[in-house]
């Protein structure tokens, strides 16, 4: 479609609200917690959803920034999450890696160099953003916790968990969990049919600032290698991103007729937070780094 500014801003807004509708992932109600990173898709969740969020008297939203400790890379996005929350009045909490266990990403990469770990930067952050977003959504009693995982995240992961022959994680992928507990905010993802080019376009078009930097562990990133080849391809057949969530979209109702784990989370039995092994990622990954239990 050719849009003018003034249109493709509609119609963009209308695409995450079709989205949100079509999985039933908010109700009126709802407290959300939004992950403000500070960076594009982030920043469009947030300006999107408080405008819808605004038509639901009964709703509200707070946002949770993640600081990983990473050098020369968090402090301008952190900057910019702060002038936006003020902006628009809204509830702001700031968690961080060293909060969480007393060290910063970057220190902790640092004992993966010297202990000769092969665990890579975004393996120890992946683990650690998604147990302290769930903490803090569910401490400041988040019913849903808002992520901008755009079309390209989860064209990336549905390819990356195919290559690496994990169902297990293809089968989570699901647009609103369908495994539950009382302890795991449950996670929506309004964003994962947008495409990464319409989330930069949304806000450029509106002038609104986001943290374009790029994380200075990304090269190290399989996700990366997956990205250029998704891009490459992408280049003479341009549905391929949408293609691969429909893919996973018709595997899904497969998978959870015949799913690939155990259908029941339990309690971690050294930190009691909610995992779907006797002990969760969280506390093997310090063991490891830090040989504290
Ligand atoms: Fe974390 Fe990796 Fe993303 Fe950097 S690129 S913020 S290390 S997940």
Do not use: W
Request: aromatic share 8%; hydrophobic share 35%; net charge positive.
């Amino acid at each position: 479609m050719k849009l003018c500014r003034k249109c493709f801003i509609t119609s963009l807004e209308k695409k995450i609200a079709k989205t949100i509708s079509k999985y039933s992932m908010l109700q009126e109600n709802d407290r959300i917690a939004i992950g403000l990173s500070g960076g594009k898709d982030s920043m469009v969740l947030f300006h999107v959803l408080n405008k819808i969020e605004a038509r639901f008297p009964h709703s509200d939203i707070f946002t949770i920034t993640i600081d990983e400790g990473i050098k020369g890379y968090r402090d301008e996005s952190l900057e910019i999450v702060k002038g936006v929350v003020k902006q628009h009045d809204i509830e702001h909490y700031h968690y961080s890696f060293k909060d969480l266990c007393g060290h910063t990403l970057d220190e902790l990469v640092q004992i993966t160099t010297e202990k000769q770990l092969q665990i890579l930067p975004c393996t120890i952050c992946g683990v650690m953003r998604r147990r302290a977003l769930n903490f803090v959504a569910r401490e400041h009693g988040a019913s849903k916790l808002a992520i901008g995982h755009n079309l390209d995240d989860e064209a990336q992961t549905v390819l990356m968990n195919v290559l690496r022959a994990d169902l297990e994680r293809l089968y989570r992928l699901d647009p609103i969990p369908s495994l539950k507990h009382p302890d795991l905010v449950p996670r929506i993802k309004p964003l994962r049919e947008i495409p990464e080019k319409e989330t930069s376009l949304y806000l450029y078009y509106q002038n609104l600032p986001f943290h374009s930097v790029e994380c200075p562990y990304t090269p190290q990133a399989l996700r990366r290698q997956i990205q250029t080849i998704l891009n490459d391809l992408e280049a003479k057949n341009p549905n391929i991103k949408f293609s691969l969530l429909r893919f996973f979209d018709k595997l899904h109702p497969i998978l959870q007729e015949h799913p690939p784990i155990t259908k029941t989370f339990k309690s971690c039995s050294r930190c009691g937070e909610v995992t779907n092994t006797s002990i969760c990622k969280y506390c093997v990954l310090i063991d490891q780094l830090l040989n504290k239990k």
